[in-house]
């Protein structure tokens, strides 16, 4: 269920903005997606021109670019832990993400901090490499920008946990639909070997107390919802990039 939208140049812009924020000797994570992707192209640039870094993949994909650019790579358990170096950066994408303050909250209401991720079904490992990290960069397109979300939740579940888990998202109000994969039969199965429903709310007036339910739910692996975890949204436009912090 990727997302569409955005021009390339946006998306370009936004990734190496965010890649600016890379400096030497930083520990890097590497998101997934076609935004994210333009950053990592950077870093590679800025590594092939001298500078020093270790990149830290969230999925095959991300890895497999990193490697082609000729980023040095570190696992995730061997960057976080006792007398590992820890994750300076992380840069990934988002599928959606509030950049402006809902109309409940007011005109001037700061944007909430949240984002719906998991397009390319690599969210459980993105977010376990974008919460470590001392910093976490989300790079867009205006596409992407909203204020209030309102797309299918991806949520990865054990393959044995299907059943319980579609009974507990309608629940709560939810409808799970299994995703399919294309240009071949049966379901999309993530690079931990589970698979991911999309799970439609409408609009989620409130982003953190879905977190939680759908976290404490038996069967789901991680889901889509990325609440109170970034520090910087790097928007990409037709002529410039716009910072969204907190």
């Known amino acids: 269920m990727k997302t569409s939208g955005g021009s390339d140049a946006a998306k370009r812009r936004a990734g190496e903005s965010a890649a600016a924020a890379v400096d030497d000797g930083d520990v890097v ?12 192209r950077r870093i590679g640039e800025r590594v092939d021109a001298g500078l020093d870094v270790r990149g830290v993949p969230t999925s095959f994909a991300s890895r497999e670019l990193a490697a082609d650019r ?28 509030v950049t402006a303050g809902s109309a409940s909250g007011g005109e001037h209401a700061a944007p909430a901090n949240a984002a719906i991720k998991g397009g390319g079904a690599a969210h459980a490992r993105e977010k376990l490499v974008d919460s470590a990290a001392d910093r976490f960069l989300v790079v867009a397109d205006p596409s992407k920008e909203t204020a209030a979300l309102d797309r299918p939740v991806p949520v990865e579940v054990l393959p044995a946990g299907r059943s319980v888990v579609a009974q507990a998202v309608r629940a709560a109000d939810g ?4 995703r399919r994969a294309e240009r071949k039969d049966g379901p999309v199965v993530t690079d931990n070997g589970n698979l991911v429903f999309d799970c439609a709310f ?45």
């Not at 409808?175 to 299994?178: D, M, V």
């Not at 037709?238 to 910072?243: E, G, H, K, Q």
């Open 29 to 40: 994570g590497l998101g997934t997606g076609s935004t994210a992707a333009h950053a990592i």
């Open 70 to 97: 000729g980023i040095p790579l570190v696992d995730l358990d061997r960057a976080v832990g006792p007398d590992a170096p820890g994750i300076d950066l992380a840069i990934d994408g988002a599928d959606q993400v």
């Open 175 to 178: 409808e799970p639909t299994l």
């Open 202 to 246: 409408g609009e989620i007036a409130d982003p953190a107390a879905l977190s939680t339910t759908l976290s404490e739910t038996p069967g789901v692996v991680d889901h889509g919802l990325f609440v109170d975890l970034a520090d910087e949204i790097h928007v990409g436009t037709a002529t410039d990039v716009r910072v969204v912090t907190w």
